[in-house]
């Protein structure tokens, strides 16, 4: 294996970058990233920036970017869109803070019904089951 990152096979990128050669190709559908030129006769050769942009691209995702998200965030990516990357960030802070608030809002809600199915005694229908039927 070609241990230089400036000039690797998609097998070697997909290793160095900690992916599917199947998820490199998949965002080369996408357009996330760029598909090199084949060489007449040849194969095709990734390098570091490459490994990096994946990199990013997984970073975004860890951050709970779509790949939509990701795609316009690569646009700003050069470094010199600060303040609309922090736009976009507190974007997606908004979103993750209402989400956040949903989820606390079903865990009252599941963790009542749960005491309830644990307490549940006798013939009566299930609290859960019944909760949900009458939502």
Do not use: W
């Amino acid at each position: 294996m070609n241990t230089d990152l400036d000039n690797i096979s998609i097998g070697a990128f997909a290793k160095a970058a900690g992916i599917g050669v199947e998820t490199i190709r998949f965002y080369q559908r996408k357009r996330l990233l760029p598909e090199p030129q084949r060489p007449p006769g040849g194969i095709r050769r990734y390098g570091r920036a490459d490994v990096e942009r994946v990199k990013f691209i997984k970073s975004a995702q860890r951050l709970g970017f779509s790949l939509d998200e990701v795609a316009q965030l690569l646009t700003l990516e050069d470094g010199t869109h600060c303040s609309e990357a922090a736009a976009f960030a507190a974007r997606h802070l908004a979103d993750v803070r209402a989400r956040l608030k949903d989820l606390k809002r079903m865990e009252t809600v599941l963790s009542r019904l749960v005491a309830q199915c644990s307490s549940h005694q006798g013939t009566i229908a299930c609290p859960l089951i019944a909760s949900l039927r009458s939502r």
